[in-house]
């Protein structure tokens, strides 16, 4: 008769080959996936670039990456992941995210609010009708009041902080794309704009200015697509990035922030965008798009030409078909 010990072997034995087995199946199946809506869309012509931020009209619009990152860390990539662009919009989720690790997400919510608006993305006819409020850190009125809300005294702590957050995400030292700024700043009266009125309304309490060019630099900061991927799985791990092993998000404040890029992480087509996926996503207009599957995988993807939204056309279509391919839709439920 065998003894106790020798089964217990057997059966160790016999679970580790069990999960072998199965992570090399889900390996093949990403791998798959990604090769699968690579190949689709890389001749895919629609769209074309921002152009209102003179700096993005000239980026590439041929450069395509993907990048995929799960909550234990293993990388999956294809196509240009080295290239770099300007995170822009992409920005915001981790400027809010800051602000909650700071101050709770009771501030956002009280200052400017959470709530979609229902109008374009840099919308001064909604910072009016809500007088400030009914915002959300999404669109440019929030997330320039969310930039003021980072905590330091002067414009080199807040930034410093900002900097190093992004970098703590993402698992290596960003810079910003000076081009890009210069660019931005010289254009971005609007912003200026929304600034002041939301500071008229006591939503940003002192130097509007300042917080505008903060908010600009932020924009222009430089990443690849495995980059963002590496910032939406940390995201996905719950606030520790699971390249580095960092923690650098409170597990308790990453609902909160999926549930605003769930809301509005797409400009105008956000609602559409959720009903399609299901994944918490944000979009810049620099032509990435991140998109969160909780507890399984980060996703992101760069292709500058945008559709009508300002969404990169590729990235939407990639991140949707990869998702569907590999069960990441947190709504899709199969019954017992």
Not at 256 to 272: C, F, I, P, W
Request: with cysteine; net charge negative; hydrophobic share 45%.
């Amino acid at each position: 008769m065998r003894s106790v010990r020798s089964w217990s072997a057997a059966l160790l034995v016999a679970f580790a080959a069990t999960n072998c087995a199965a992570h090399a199946a889900d390996e093949a199946a990403i791998k798959g996936a990604l090769d699968a809506a690579f190949a689709k869309y890389k001749d895919l012509q629609e769209g074309k670039n921002a152009d209102y931020i003179p700096a993005l009209a000239e980026v590439d619009p041929n450069v395509y990456g993907i990048a995929l990152i799960t909550v234990d860390g293993e990388v999956y990539v294809k196509g240009d992941v080295s290239t770099e662009v300007s995170i822009q919009s992409i920005s915001k989720v981790f400027t809010m995210a800051k602000v909650m690790e700071e101050s709770g997400p009771e501030a956002l919510r009280d200052n400017m609010g959470v709530d979609a608006t229902g109008q374009v993305f840099n919308s001064i006819v909604a910072i009016e009708q809500y007088k400030g409020a009914e915002m959300n850190a999404l669109v440019n009125a929030g997330a320039i009041t969310a930039t003021s809300m980072v905590q330091g005294k002067t414009y080199d702590e807040i930034w410093g902080k900002i900097l190093g957050y992004y970098r703590d995400f993402a698992g290596r030292d960003l810079t910003v794309l000076e081009d890009v700024y210069e660019s931005e700043a010289a254009t971005n009266q609007r912003n200026q704009a929304i600034a002041h009125l939301m500071y008229a309304y006591g939503k940003i309490e002192e130097e509007p200015v300042r917080a505008t060019d903060i908010y600009t630099k932020q924009c222009s900061v430089g990443v690849n697509a495995k980059d963002l991927a590496v910032m939406a799985a940390t995201l996905a791990n719950g606030g520790k990035n699971p390249v580095t092993g960092k923690k650098v998000l409170s597990s308790e404040h990453v609902p909160e922030v999926l549930a605003v890029m769930a809301t509005a992480g797409l400009y105008d087509d956000s609602g559409k965008w959720l009903y399609r996926t299901g994944l918490p996503a944000k979009s810049g207009v620099g032509g990435g798009i991140i998109a969160v599957s909780p507890g399984k995988f980060g996703i992101a993807v760069i292709s500058p030409p945008l559709d009508a939204a300002g969404n990169s056309v590729r990235a939407q279509n990639a991140i949707a078909d990869i998702s569907n391919a590999i069960g990441g839709n947190p709504y899709a439920v199969t019954p017992k």
